[in-house]
């Protein structure tokens, strides 16, 4: 009898790239229906335009290299990229800005460096760094979360506000955004304002801005679920969040005053979403265990000195790239010490 | 320049200090209570017990064995018969010439009808000469010279010499001619003796099976070992889901009053019966890489080799049957059997009720490591632990790779602590000299990053293409060296020899030049002198007779006849 062949090993595969994918996405969602909640229909359009343009982009340009576009698509990595800018970008802003970073997160930062694996940039940071640095004015349209006493806009009014830039009448856009807390802060320590004082305004809650701090929660509880499943390891959020704790409680130490707590700065902004979602994306990541702890502890530190010293609000998506930049210098000097050899560098 | 010497010194003060440290490293080997876990590694379905419903049993003798020359790691065995010959069973059929080779012997008695290329398990799908027996059905031994009667008092050298001509070569699977491992080489103790008894592959029994039913035949071969090496220490290594055969063999031990010999049972692990692993598992150290065990002062043989030891030296017969296991949902009755070497595949598989309609892939060894073979026309072999007849669910199709995406899964269960995600792209970009410096060749092969792969990606595959690649290259290089040198000597020939031409011109120049200072009566002198010479020398020829003088005309003119020839032969050949 005859038999094909094969090389070993020939058990059934315990991993899937689309189960990965479909994880992530899952993960993602508790933290989408708190950003949502907070912050109205803006994000559910944000969410759907960076998801069908990354897709479209990205099937286009599979067309155009002669590249398997079905099987390449199924892999789930385009909308994954979609869904991460979606969640960062700002509720009310205007339907291309969405559209421009994800094709610029697609076309230019993943599929012309050869596609999934081989883009040395986080593809949605990039697409996100692209937006704040050439849209500075339409990225702040955050609206004012909900509970908060402010114009909390409804469905038809976001459609109109999204897609035609236009406001019902006796309405400016103003009175329908509001800083984000780390943006306010930023402001606000600059016209030596204590901390304290800050943190008695209404856009502020229990522990960190009002409700980021829930958001940052569900995005918290979605990423332990993520690395219970496996599909992340701990390396990096434990390297950028203790990191951000250790830098941030040092500063408070000394100037409790002018400098945010560690509670703040875990849970305000991207820092929970950055450290389970963006910065663990394996392909920019560095690779090698303890390599991965330094790069999250980069980015932590590089996270603290943005949003302390920069010139944006939430400094996770430059940390982010900063940090990409030096992953394989990082790889190269952690290289785990292999059986039977003294040190890694022996040959 | 000045220190040179001293470093040349055997002994300095450093080389004293490392010397005393490996010897009290060596003496100091203690075998953990606690075993140890190695890096990463794969829990996966022990899938042991189907195999195992059954007692080991006999096979039955196929009509036809075909019998590899080479079926051991290093050079084929010499056949030593003809086609047509008589065998009896034990009855050696072909030599080993080499160091590193294992003679073969006649499984059973009968008459050699072939000796030529046929289908072998072997990777490489190619043929390989076989010796093919036709069995007479009476399985009448020879008599054999490999009983040793005071086996425990008896000289290593002599057992090593038997091991050696019953052709046992290590029956875990790489098959290494034992007799070379159970010499450990002169001035080297050994410490340990590893009994690798772990089994980690799934499906695979043959082992718990031999050690459940031939206790005592193991506790022989280990105990024949132990004598033949020196060790101090013996233990055996056994995974902990294997409660039978630990407590099979701990009886026998205690039976046999042998307490020196013990067992320890190992976390269930894949691959804990890596030898590396094992040693590491048991007793905390790890063999350098590009090293052997017995650089700790340890040697390690499979259990099963072991009971071959014990079964030659014992019993008297050589090595012409190991225990298989025939297992997977595409066989009906999954069992082991006790099968003789050279059987056809197809036979056993008819021996356990045939295949399943579930049958999809043929493998010889574990899912893990295993060979896959294109077809059950292929003998079993010494290596042959276990033939899995595999459902499309135990062994599915390979999926289509997608890019890897650095995700380190792979790192994570690598035993040897590797980065196979490194690996992958360097061999992926045939970068020969990277993927050496990501220690490439510590490598094992044990295919732990390929079954966690999320990217389907088949990378033992692309481990074993860059180690062929390399060793190919270095094969070439050797070659290369070996026509530069020859090319260099050539040149270096051809320009001596111009330099020889122009000195001996250069003399002959000299000697012509210098006479022109003398006078040209002295030159008148000299030529009277060598016309003088050459007339004496006319006389002296014309004097002496020749013995071709008194012959007949007849003759004389043949002799003119063939020096004419000669001559002309002589001007042709010139180029």
Redesign the interface.
């Known amino acids: 009898?005859?038999?094909?062949?094969?090389?070993?090993?020939?058990?059934?595969?315990?991993?899937?790239?689309n189960?990965?994918m479909a994880q992530v996405m899952l993960a993602l969602i508790p933290g989408a229906l708190c950003l949502f909640w907070f912050f109205g229909w803006g994000v559910l359009f944000n969410l759907l335009i960076t998801a069908t343009t990354a897709v479209t982009a990205e099937a286009m340009v599979l067309k155009l290299r002669k590249r398997p576009v079905m099987?390449t698509l199924s892999?789930g990595?385009a909308i994954v990229t979609g869904l991460l800018l979606g969640l960062a970008l700002p509720p009310l802003a205007p339907w291309w800005i969405p559209v421009v970073g994800a094709l610029f997160a697609i076309i230019v930062a993943k599929q012309l460096y050869g596609?999934?694996?081989?883009n040395p940039f986080n593809p949605a940071m990039v697409g996100y760094v692209v937006l704040i640095i050439s849209f500075p004015l339409q990225m702040t349209l955050w609206s004012p979360p909900r509970g908060i006493e402010a114009e909390f806009l409804p469905f038809l009014d976001t459609v109109r506000l999204v897609f035609t830039q236009a406001l019902a009448d006796g309405v400016t856009l103003d009175s329908v955004t509001m800083a984000t807390p780390l943006d306010t802060s930023k402001t606000e320590i600059g016209l030596n304002l204590t901390w304290s004082e800050i943190l008695s305004k209404p856009l502020y809650g229990s522990f960190a801005g009002h409700g980021w701090e829930w958001i940052n929660m569900t995005f918290l509880i979605g990423g332990l679920w993520l690395w219970q499943r496996r599909a992340i390891?701990w390396h990096i959020p434990v390297g950028m969040l203790s990191a951000l704790f250790i830098v941030s409680l040092l500063f408070y130490i000394a100037d409790a005053d002018s400098f945010g707590s560690p509670i703040f700065h875990l849970f305000s902004g991207a820092t929970m979403l950055g450290a389970f979602f963006i910065a663990t994306d394996?392909?920019s990541?560095a690779?090698?265990?303890r390599g991965?702890l330094y790069f999250g502890a980069g980015i932590g530190i590089l996270t603290y000195v943005i949003r302390g010293w920069g010139g944006y609000p939430d400094g996770v998506a430059f940390a982010v790239l900063l940090m990409n930049m030096a992953a394989p210098t990082i790889?190269y000097y952690t290289?785990?010490?292999?059986?039977?050899?003294r040190d890694p560098k022996d040959? | 320049m000045n220190d040179a010497p001293s470093r040349r010194l055997p002994i300095n003060g450093q080389g004293i200090f490392a010397l005393a440290a490996c010897t009290i490293q060596r003496l100091m080997i203690t075998i953990l209570e606690q075993a140890l876990n190695?890096?990463g590694g794969?829990r996966?379905d022990a899938n042991k017990a189907q195999s195992l419903r059954t007692p080991l049993r006999q096979a039955s003798i196929p009509e036809r064995l075909f019998v590899p020359l080479s079926q051991h790691i290093g050079e084929a065995a010499e056949p030593l018969v003809e086609v047509g010959d008589s065998l009896l069973k034990g009855q050696p059929m072909a030599r080993s010439l080499s160091y590193i080779s294992a003679p073969v012997h006649a499984p059973t008695s009968g008459r050699v009808i072939d000796i030529g290329a046929y289908p072998v398990p072997h990777p490489s799908?190619l043929k390989a000469d076989c010796i093919v027996i036709e069995a007479d059905g009476e399985d009448q031994a020879a008599p054999s010279g490999l009983r040793m009667e005071a086996v425990f008092e008896a000289d290593p050298a002599d057992i090593r010499q038997r091991v050696r001509d019953a052709g046992i070569v290590g029956l875990g699977g790489a098959g290494f001619p034992t007799s070379v491992k159970l010499n450990p080489g002169p001035d080297r103790e050994v410490e340990l003796l590893v009994i690798n008894a772990a089994e980690c592959e799934?499906y695979i029994s043959c082992d718990e099976a031999l050690m459940c039913c031939r206790t005592q035949e193991v506790i022989d071969g280990i105990r024949i070992m132990r004598h033949a090496l020196h060790a101090r220490q013996v233990v055996i290594g056994i995974e902990d889901n294997m409660p039978n055969a630990i407590s099979c063999l701990q009886n026998g031990l205690d039976e046999a009053g042998d307490t020196d010999i013990r067992v320890i049972a190992i976390a269930t692990v894949y691959p804990a019966g890596g030898e590396?692993q094992l040693i590491?598992t048991l007793i905390g150290e790890?063999?350098?890489?590009?090293?052997l065990p017995i650089d700790l002062g340890i040697v390690c043989h499979n259990v099963g080799t072991a009971a071959a030891v014990g079964r030659a030296l014992l019993q008297g017969e050589p090595l012409i049957s190991r225990v298989v296991t025939v297992t997977g949902a595409g066989v009906r009755q999954p069992a082991n059997l006790d099968v003789r070497i050279g059987t056809p595949i197809?036979e056993l598989i008819a021996q356990c009720g045939g295949?399943t309609d579930k049958?999809?892939?043929?493998?010889m060894g574990g899912?893990?490591?295993?060979?896959?073979?294109?077809?059950?026309a292929m003998p079993v072999i010494k290596t042959t632990n276990c033939i899995l007849a595999?459902s499309r669910?135990?062994?599915?199709?390979?999926?289509?790779a997608?890019?890897?995406?650095?995700?380190?899964?792979c790192?994570?269960v690598c035993?040897?602590?590797?980065?196979p995600?490194?690996l992958f792209w360097y061999a992926h970009a045939q970068d020969f000299d990277k993927v050496?410096?990501?220690?490439l060749f510590?490598c094992i092969?044990c295919?732990c990053c390929?079954?966690?792969?999320?990217?389907?990606i088949?990378l033992?595959?692309y481990y074993?293409f860059a180690k062929t690649e390399i060793w190919n290259q270095e094969r070439e290089r050797e070659k290369a060296d070996i026509a530069r040198q020859r090319h260099e000597f050539r040149l270096e020939r051809l320009e001596r020899e111009k330099k020889e031409l122009q000195a001996r011109r250069a003399k002959a120049k000299k000697a012509l030049n210098k006479p022109k200072a003398g006078s040209a009566d002295s030159k008148k002198a000299e030529i009277t002198a060598a016309l003088e010479r050459v007339k004496a020398r006319k006389a002296e020829q014309a004097a002496t007779a020749r013995n071709t003088d008194n012959l007949t005309e007849e003759q004389q003119t043949k002799i003119a006849e063939i020096d004419k020839r000669r001559a002309s032969d002589h001007n042709e050949n010139r180029p």
Not at chain 1, 335 to 341: A, L, T
């Open positions: 009898m005859e038999f094909p062949t094969q090389s070993s090993p020939y058990l059934p595969l315990s991993n899937d790239l189960r990965l099987a892999d990595s596609g999934l694996g081989y390891d394996p392909v990541a690779t090698t265990p991965r790889d290289q785990p010490r292999v059986f039977g050899h040959s | 190695f890096h794969l996966l799908g799934p590396k590491y790890e063999v350098p890489s590009q090293g197809a295949y049958v999809a892939r043929l493998l899912p893990m490591m295993g060979v896959s073979l294109p077809s059950d595999a669910q135990e062994a599915p199709q390979a999926l289509p997608h890019p890897c995406i650095r995700c380190g899964k790192a994570e035993p040897a602590s590797l980065l995600q490194q050496q410096d990501y220690k510590d092969e295919g390929a079954q966690v792969c999320p990217s389907h088949p033992v595959q074993r």
